[in-house]
């Protein structure tokens, strides 16, 4: 039955109702009007006979019977105009119900006829069929009017081999002479590196443990962003540009041994080939952005002086209309920090919320703890204060010392269970401000120390709280070379109550700081990943505003 119908079946039955109630008035009337001339009524028909001029005629005789007759008539005629309306409206239209059709722009109803409602089993399922048809159309009207990505697409651009995979193809290329293993070794498992092996509580997670590499954020992240539940191959919906340059792995190439203009060849190339494509025009690249395992610093060189280090790719007016999320931002306003990469990389909620609660039953016999090297060379570096502190404090203090010929730093294994084994762990600055260090101590439920607010307050701030009192204890460098203040002292005085909200705290920010293993089936848990991309599409939408 088309719409046509449907109108025409309701004006009947409308009709048909007005009239049956008509009868209904209709009877009322005759009812009242034989009450008021009963004795009338009555005179006449059980009166005198009177004689008629024909013979044969009887006379008049009581007519109470056609009195009720006259009653009785309209109201069987009430009832059967109502049945009329209901045989003719239900059998045609019974239960129709409209629902919009998936295939189509036009309302399409659907028809419940008499049949279907002859018994209280077939009516029950009637409900059902329906409830299933409104929650089913219901999903398409949610889905046609509203787009779950609208704000969120992301168009990757499809540059050049040579600025991302044609690099890992030379990852020899990529290693110094220094380094303890080849390159190449991480670039494995989608850049994840190699799978750890390792025993006791940690092999709950055998499969969840990588030998990661902090400059293989990049290839990380790149192989996150083809997983991107919002991507677009049209670059015209798109919020974002993601720009899959493996920058910092580029310049590591060319950063010992080659001039200023070899290291900078690359960024150069890359800006000139962003800019003649048509994504670049709407906002001149304020909407593209890109990722590096380097710091900020690495790529904003002043000088062409061979001795200075690193390139000056952030210093091109191509660039700076670019943002960058990297381990390490400055002053700068279009650099953003995200965390160094763990070796933690799960694929499941489960997975991370039984890593949360082994961490909260840890047993942590150390108040405090620290891994590294004293950089003697490094000017106003306190380390070495640190490590004195630690080594006179005995039992209290666990040291992890990263200048021993054996390398212990360098097994992720010695560094979770030295973390897992402490309430607090030191983070002073080493080559930079901020260390990798910070995340696997929060990854291991310890509460990290601080010596410089660069070290993390300012500079991951779409990750942590802003609120750094909650997570973290802070000890003045100043304060601590002059001996106004030791570590013992500082940390003792923490209450014990002040100690486990800040280590629940820190337990808590664990999904934050960690980068899920692809293909990650995280489901209620946001990542590093998740949160940067919110932040980035957040920058660049401010800028949109700000534009148009």
Known sequence: MNKLSFIYSSIISFFLIVLSVFFFFFDVLIYLAAMKFHVLIRDFCVGKPIKSKWRNQPGRKDCSNQFRFVLFFPIVLFFLLLCLRHLFFFEKTEGFVYFPSSNSSSNQPIYLTRNSIDTQTSLDNSKKKISSLVDENSNIILKKNKDLCSGRYIYIHDIPMRFNEDVLKDCQMLTRATDKSSMCTYVENSGFGPQIEISDALNLWKNNWFLTNQFLLEVIFHNRMKKYKCLTNDSSVASAVFVPYYAGLDLRRYLWGFNTSVRDSSGLDLVKWLAGQPEWKRMRGKDHFLISGRIAKDFRRKSNRMSEWGSNFRFLPESENMSMLTIESGSWKNDFAVPYPTYFHPSTDNEVFQWQELMRRQNRPYLF??????????????????????????????????????????????????????????????????????????????????????????????????????????????????????????????????????????????????????????????????????????????????IS
């Open 369 to 546: 703890s620290f891994a590294g090297a004293p950089r003697s060379r490094q000017k106003g570096s306190i380390r070495s204060e640190i490590i004195s502190q630690c080594q006179a404090s005995k039992k209290l203090c666990n040291l992890l010392d990263c200048d021993s010929v054996d390398h212990k730093c360098d097994d992720p294994v010695n560094l979770m269970k030295l973390f897992q084994s402490s309430i607090f762990c030191l983070q002073p600055p080493g080559d930079s401000l901020t260390r990798r260090s910070t995340f696997d101590s929060i990854l291991a439920g310890c509460i990290p120390v601080f010596f410089h607010p660069g070290s993390a307050y300012s500079q991951y701030v779409w990750h942590l709280p802003k609120n750094d009192t909650k997570y973290s204890v802070f000890i003045s460098p100043k304060n601590l070379r002059q001996g106004k203040v030791s570590i013992n002292q500082t940390l003792l005085q923490v209450s014990k109550d002040e100690e486990s909200a800040k280590r629940e705290e820190v337990i808590r920010l664990i999904p934050r700081i960690i980068y899920a293993h692809p293909p990650s089936s995280l489901e209620t848990i946001e990542d590093a990943f998740d949160l940067s991309i919110k932040g980035i599409l957040r920058r660049i939408e401010r800028l949109r505003k700000v």
